[in-house]
């Protein structure tokens, strides 16, 4: 008797069904080390994890205790070993199953493109969502032009995205030399004809040509005026954009539930102090109205009903534990004792930002699978 084929879902369905506040029961059957690394999250995702090697040796096992009556999603490193495992069960009347195409390896790469706001004329801001690293990257589009901010290194969700919006890039920026994921800046702005822009303290070893940021550039695309403020702390050239005196992009400094690490460079005694100043001297001075948009995310909660990532500063002032550390002491120490893991493979991502590596596709990729971490905990 022929076996039923496996059916698949492939990582943009489930990252659509997890934006959308849907129950996902999802069985992991990579190994007991990578699983606590690193899993698929969100507010209502229910995830078991229980080794391939396992399942293979007694399937049954694990069959009688999953959950009856809700479809199964089957998940791996890369779409193979949950594809053999989802035959096992469906071998033991688990029929409501199916494999995640990709495994890990395509959850950490997806970007989901989500319009954050819109003008009465059409201008608009898109935030693409790196669900399952937590990257946060931006398009800002006006009267038929579009600058890009924090791009990942996967550039075919952008340039997509150009061609179907029909306008033309002409500025890409990097808030910092990043340290968690490859840059898709500069080979964007090269394929479009783009200028390619990096705050210059961040530069100094990097060895290619860049247009360097200074505090206080203004940069425009169409009727949209953006403002370069300088932010160091997470890195010593991190800047800040404030888009109309409405937007705040804030790269790896804030987020909404944490504050920017400033020990991905080795320099977290030296650029504490830097980031208390962004922190809580230069941002204060801004309006309260600002709406935040960060590089990153840490969590699932951050998110809004449409999944982007985003809340108003004053908010942020209010709830954010990293904003309401009162005694200079206590901050530096909340920050160079609150550390997490740093991210993997953090050094050669810096190397390869600045130019001085060119991995291949698969040494980028395993260099950037893992959570981002770039927040203090």
Same mark, same amino acid.
């Given at each position: 008797?022929?076996? =039923? +084929?496996?059916p698949t879902i492939?990582v943009?369905?489930?990252?659509?069904?997890i934006?959308?506040?849907?129950?996902?029961f999802?069985?992991?059957?990579?190994e007991r080390?990578?699983?606590?690394d690193?899993?698929?999250?969100g507010g209502?995702? *229910?995830i $078991?994890n229980?080794?391939f090697?396992?399942l293979?040796?007694?399937?049954?096992n694990?069959?009688?205790g999953l !959950?009856k009556g809700e479809?199964?999603?089957?998940?791996?490193?890369?779409?193979?070993?949950?594809?053999k495992?989802a035959?096992y069960?469906? =071998?033991?009347?688990?029929?409501?199953?199916?494999s995640?195409?990709?495994g890990?390896?395509?959850?950490?790469?997806?970007? %989901?493109?989500?319009?954050?706001?819109?003008?009465? /004329?059409?201008?608009?801001?898109y935030q693409f969502v790196?669900?399952?690293?937590?990257?946060l990257?931006y398009? $800002?589009v006006?009267?038929?032009q579009?600058i890009?901010?924090?791009?990942?290194?996967?550039i /075919?969700?952008?340039?997509e995205?150009?061609?179907?919006?029909?306008?033309?890039?002409?500025?890409?920026?990097? /808030?910092?030399? *990043?340290?968690?994921?490859?840059?898709g800046?500069?080979r964007?702005a090269?394929?479009?004809?783009?200028?390619?822009?990096? !705050?210059?303290?961040?530069? %100094?070893?990097v060895?290619? =040509?860049y247009?360097?940021?200074?505090?206080?550039?203004v940069?425009?695309?169409?009727?949209r005026?953006?403002?370069?403020?300088?932010?160091?702390? *997470?890195t010593?050239?991190?800047?800040?954009?404030?888009?109309d005196?409405?937007?705040?992009f804030?790269g790896?400094?804030?987020?909404?539930?944490?504050?920017g690490? !400033?020990?991905?460079?080795g320099?977290?005694?030296?650029?504490v102090?830097?980031l208390?100043?962004?922190?809580?001297?230069?941002?204060?001075?801004?309006?309260s109205?600002?709406?935040?948009?960060?590089?990153?995310?840490?969590i *699932?909660?951050?998110?809004n009903?449409?999944?982007?990532?985003s809340e108003k500063?004053?908010v942020?002032? %209010? =709830?954010n534990?990293?904003l309401n550390i009162?005694?200079?002491?206590?901050?530096?120490?909340?920050v160079?004792?609150?550390?997490? !893991? +740093?991210?993997?493979?953090?050094q050669?991502?810096?190397?390869t930002?600045?130019g001085? +590596?060119?991995?291949?596709?698969?040494?980028?990729?395993?260099?950037?699978?893992g959570?981002?971490r770039?927040a $203090?905990?």
């Amino acid at each position: 008797m022929k076996s =039923k +084929q496996v059916p698949t879902i492939s990582v943009k369905d489930l990252v659509k069904k997890i934006i959308n506040k849907k129950q996902v029961f999802i069985l992991d059957v990579r190994e007991r080390e990578a699983f606590d690394d690193w899993k698929v999250e969100g507010g209502n995702v *229910h995830i $078991i994890n229980y080794p391939f090697d396992e399942l293979e040796r007694n399937p049954k096992n694990l069959a009688d205790g999953l !959950p009856k009556g809700e479809r199964l999603y089957v998940i791996c490193a890369k779409g193979g070993s949950s594809q053999k495992a989802a035959e096992y069960l469906m =071998k033991e009347g688990i029929d409501d199953v199916a494999s995640v195409s990709g495994g890990m390896e395509a959850w950490s790469e997806h970007l %989901e493109p989500i319009k954050v706001h819109e003008w009465d /004329t059409g201008d608009a801001i898109y935030q693409f969502v790196r669900v399952g690293k937590g990257c946060l990257s931006y398009m $800002i589009v006006s009267e038929g032009q579009a600058i890009l901010i924090d791009t990942n290194r996967m550039i /075919t969700p952008y340039r997509e995205f150009i061609d179907w919006m029909e306008v033309a890039l002409t500025y890409v920026l990097d /808030t910092h030399l *990043h340290a968690d994921h490859i840059s898709g800046g500069r080979r964007l702005a090269k394929e479009y004809g783009a200028q390619y822009y990096l !705050p210059e303290k961040d530069a %100094e070893e990097v060895m290619y =040509k860049y247009e360097p940021l200074h505090d206080g550039d203004v940069l425009t695309v169409g009727k949209r005026s953006l403002k370069v403020l300088a932010s160091p702390g *997470h890195t010593i050239g991190s800047m800040s954009f404030v888009l109309d005196d409405q937007f705040l992009f804030t790269g790896d400094i804030l987020f909404i539930d944490s504050i920017g690490r !400033p020990d991905l460079a080795g320099k977290a005694k030296d650029w504490v102090a830097d980031l208390r100043e962004t922190l809580y001297r230069r941002y204060r001075q801004l309006s309260s109205e600002l709406v935040v948009l960060p590089a990153h995310f840490m969590i *699932h909660e951050e998110m809004n009903k449409n999944g982007s990532v985003s809340e108003k500063l004053g908010v942020l002032y %209010e =709830k954010n534990h990293g904003l309401n550390i009162e005694e200079e002491s206590s901050f530096r120490q909340a920050v160079t004792d609150n550390l997490p !893991p +740093q991210p993997n493979a953090h050094q050669k991502i810096r190397q390869t930002n600045m130019g001085k +590596q060119v991995p291949d596709e698969g040494e980028a990729r395993e260099m950037e699978i893992g959570p981002n971490r770039c927040a $203090i905990q």
